[in-house]
């Protein structure tokens, strides 16, 4: 028989082989000509597979693994399996929601489309309203809220809201969008929303981003009114006026999306004003016309807290008679006062101004020479210094005399 001789990579011969046949059994002869194996102990290897080490390293991802041999001592290089198999630990302790992309579907008309949402506040309202419910338009992002004293007045508010769009706008609803919430599924909205031919669209269940757009708007409307209402230190029990005032706010916003016009224009056609906007929460003194006023000798005008508007006026609560609620058109508001505020304090009064000596004039300066600079009147002290008048000093001195 012939003999073979096995090479390594570099064409070095280590290894002779000579087969010889032994009765019934077939043997061969080997003989090392070249021992590359400095460890005896190296010469029992171990191959781990994919699996293994993926167990090994902590369950990591592929893509670190990918770098492993590269970038450690003692690795060998690892074969990834053309089939992945499903990792029972990965699975249940790492499994996380994907992000869903955004909702391609648009409305190409006012009230096409409708976001709704329900939301339960942390506290019971002022007007005892445990929930408000929001609808946002798709094609103009005018959004528009309504508060619940209970979770099943919701189909009684979407009716209601519906109708007013119907009858101030002249355009229908086409199509309402929700999530999957028992609020929205009973009969009597079921067969409101057949009879006015409003389809109705819900979400999976316990998946919000499917009603994405109204779950921004309701953070966005909460982020308002939290640090409005941080800002006037207002009770918890006060933030269906602080909503109601960011719903307002809104509407009279630009948006990127509407090519920076606002919510309102676009729903109604005609730009807002804001010249009627004040800061929420602050100081306003407030007319009291003469119904109010017990007498002649009561002040025409007290110390209230703005806490939103009306159609033709201004919503106050007057504080300091068992927050009651106030309506008005006439304020004057100090935007700088909070008067829940324990450190705030009314704007102080504004220090007489000076009267400016009068200039004479000089002969021309002669070209070269620089313009001295102007020196600068002393600062006007914050608090004037209290003075003495003439006759309380002669009343001192008079007084002064009667007793020696």
Partial sequence: MDSSTFHDSSSDAILSALPNLWGSIQVVKT?????????????VTRHPDYETIHHQL????????????DNVEGAEKIYFPNKKHICCSCTLGKLYQRSFPEN?????????????????????????YKWVITFLDNYSSYCRVAFLHKKSDAAEAIKAV????????????????????????????????????????????????????AERL????????????????????????????ATHVYNCTPIKCLKWKTPQEIFTGEKP???????????????????????????RSELMIFIGYEDNGYRFIHHTQGNVIFYSTQAIFDEGHFPRCPLSHPREQTPPGRLIPEIEPSAPRPSGVDEPAPT?????????????????????????????
């Fill in 31 to 43: 003989c090392i000509i070249k021992n590359n194996v400095p460890n005896p102990v190296s010469l």
């Fill in 58 to 69: 902590g369950h990591i991802s592929d893509e670190a693994m990918r770098h492993i041999s």
């Fill in 104 to 128: 391609s579907k648009h409305s190409s008309e006012t009230l096409g489309l409708i976001h709704s949402d329900l939301l339960e506040l942390s506290t019971l309202l002022y007007s005892k």
């Fill in 162 to 213: 519906f109708q007013l769009w119907l009858n101030t706008t002249f355009y229908s609803v086409k199509c309402l969008h929700t999530d999957n919430g028992g609020e929205y599924m009973t009969s009597e909205l079921q067969s409101f929303l057949r009879e006015q031919g409003i389809v109705h669209e819900t979400s999976t269940p316990h998946v919000h981003q499917q009603n994405s757009r």
């Fill in 218 to 245: 309701n953070r966005t409307l909460l982020e308002k009114v939290q640090y409005t209402r941080l800002e006037a230190c207002l009770p918890d029990s006060w933030w269906e006026f602080a909503f109601a005032t």
């Fill in 273 to 299: 004003k804001i010249s009627h906007l004040y800061v929420f929460g602050c100081g306003a003194y407030v007319y009291l016309p003469n119904e109010v006023c017990t007498n002649k000798l009561t002040s």
């Fill in 376 to 404: 600068p009147f002393p600062p006007t002290p914050a608090h004037p210094r209290p003075f003495t008048s003439i006759t309380t000093g002669y009343l001192l001195f008079v007084m002064g005399a009667l007793i020696l």
